[in-house]
């Protein structure tokens, strides 16, 4: 049970380097079962779910060799894999969801355990399933699992409406289309740039996608693909996250390989907050020398204001000149964190999706709980402003989406340490 130990009052002051994005990494992990053979990926951070994935890869018959010093992921795939994958994985991590699109289009089945709620909401796999049985699959939840079948003669491509631009279900269908018959035409899909990754990485290895970077995307289906080299988009999360704890510790932070591009609305937030942005071609710099402003925030699908930056920027506006509203427009738990950051003394008021945060001069240093992972870095940015120590419980949280995040920080001046606390049972 590892807690970090965070003495606030530090003005964070240097430079980082982001690599490849999680939330992409792991989804072009999955890509590679659709081509056997060797493929290649780059900028696959060291994290925890990273190792989770590999595994499961592993179980449905692949070669894994994910080497940390390089970060680079090399996948061997048979022609023949497996279609399960099983709960004690998928449990650990929903992203293991990412494998039913490719399970379907090379085995022509899938069965892949449900991955339930989370702490941050009820998650649906409703639109990949109405998807796919447009498609002509069969699906059905057996003992937990959700097993869906294709037709003897393959998945056919149709017209498919997603109701909400679903990162995840665009994803499936993508996996699922590449080798059906025919054309697939996936209509308010996602255009996050994680799912540009996916198209730019699938279209190297053969397949036929126009629209990429669109809400349109119109596939069509090849016979088969072949394995690939690939480098992962930056992180923009982890970019957008440092860029906030420069700005709240009133500090000064080169952020190299982030794309500011990605990270547009986030960061005119916090120019609106008094920070100053420099961007160029491979990287920005933030700098702040005043109290931040409170800047109101609205998640939403890309190009929207990212749900994964809300936490951090909760975080700021507890410390800022003024009064924010923060609505949540995806994940309705994520507001659970709240309750963890009032304990270091937050004024925050949630109601429904819109939380209410009334800046405060300081906060005072706490015990807290990491609820997930961007809740963990919120509550470890607040702990790098407050008054005094702030212990931040449950950091496997943070350790699943970014690398040795006490080592980059105290790099940077922050006072945190890791520590290993006995666990009472
Ligand atoms: N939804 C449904 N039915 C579906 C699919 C989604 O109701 O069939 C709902 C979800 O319940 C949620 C909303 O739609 O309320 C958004 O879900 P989406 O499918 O877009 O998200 P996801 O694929 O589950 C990915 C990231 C999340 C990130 C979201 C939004 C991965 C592994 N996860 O989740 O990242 O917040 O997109 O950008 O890629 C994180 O990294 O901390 C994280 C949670």
Redesign the pocket.
């Known amino acids: 049970m590892d807690v970090f130990r965070v003495q606030g009052g530090a003005r964070l002051v240097g430079e980082v380097t982001v690599t490849g994005a ?2 992409s990494s ?2 072009l992990m999955a890509v590679a079962l659709l081509a056997p053979g060797r493929t290649t990926i780059h900028a696959v951070p060291h994290i925890l779910d990273v190792t989770i994935m590999a595994e499961l890869l592993r179980r449905l018959g692949c070669g894994v060799d994910y080497d940390a010093a390089t970060e680079t992921a090399v996948i061997d795939v048979p022609e023949h894999i497996e279609h399960r994958a099983d709960y004690d994985l998928v449990r650990r991590m ?2 293991s969801i ?1 494998v039913l699109g490719p399970l379907i289009a090379r085995t022509g089945s899938a069965d892949v355990a449900l991955p339930g709620g989370d702490a ?10 109405a998807g796919l049985e447009r498609m002509g699959a069969t699906a059905t939840s057996e003992h937990g699992y959700l097993v869906v079948q294709a037709p003897a003669s393959g998945l056919t491509g149709t017209h498919v409406y997603l109701d ?6 665009t ?1 499936t269908l993508l996996m699922a289309s590449v080798t059906a018959h025919g054309q697939t035409i996936i209509d308010n899909a ?1 255009r ?1 740039p ?1 799912i540009v990754d996916i198209c730019q990485m699938l279209i190297k290895m053969g397949a036929q996608i126009e629209g990429v970077g669109t809400s349109l995307l119109t596939v069509t289906g090849v016979e088969s693909l072949a394995p690939t080299e690939h480098t992962t988009v930056p992180d923009r ?1 982890v970019a957008g996250s440092w860029a906030v704890a420069a700005a709240m510790t009133q500090g000064d932070i080169t952020i190299h390989h982030g794309n500011a591009a990605h990270l547009a609305i986030a960061l005119e937030k916090l120019a609106t907050a008094g920070a100053e942005i420099d961007s160029w071609d491979g990287g920005f710099r933030v700098t702040m020398n005043q109290r931040p402003k409170a800047v109101d925030i609205v998640t939403l ?2 190009p929207g204001f ?3 930056l809300q936490p951090q920027f909760i975080a700021m506006n507890a410390i800022a000149d003024g009064t924010a509203m923060v609505t949540e427009n ?3 738990a994520r507001f659970r964190f709240v309750q963890e950051l009032s304990r270091l003394g937050a004024e925050v008021r949630t109601d429904g999706h819109h939380a209410l945060v009334r800046g405060k001069q300081t906060l005072s240093g706490a015990p807290v709980e990491a609820t ?3 809740a963990g870095l919120g509550l470890v940015l607040a702990g790098l402003v407050a008054q005094g120590e702030t212990i931040v419980h449950c950091v496997d949280h943070i350790d699943r ?1 970014y690398v040795r995040l006490e080592e980059q920080l105290a790099a940077l001046g922050a006072a945190i340490v890791r520590e290993t606390i006995p666990d009472l049972g």
């Open positions: 999680k939330n792991l989804k929903r992203a990412a941050i909401g009820s998650r649906g796999l409703d639109m990949h399933i909400f631009p679903s990162v995840g279900a994803e996602a996050e994680e999360i699908p890309y990212a749900t994964d995806l994940f309705e997930d992972i961007r989406g």
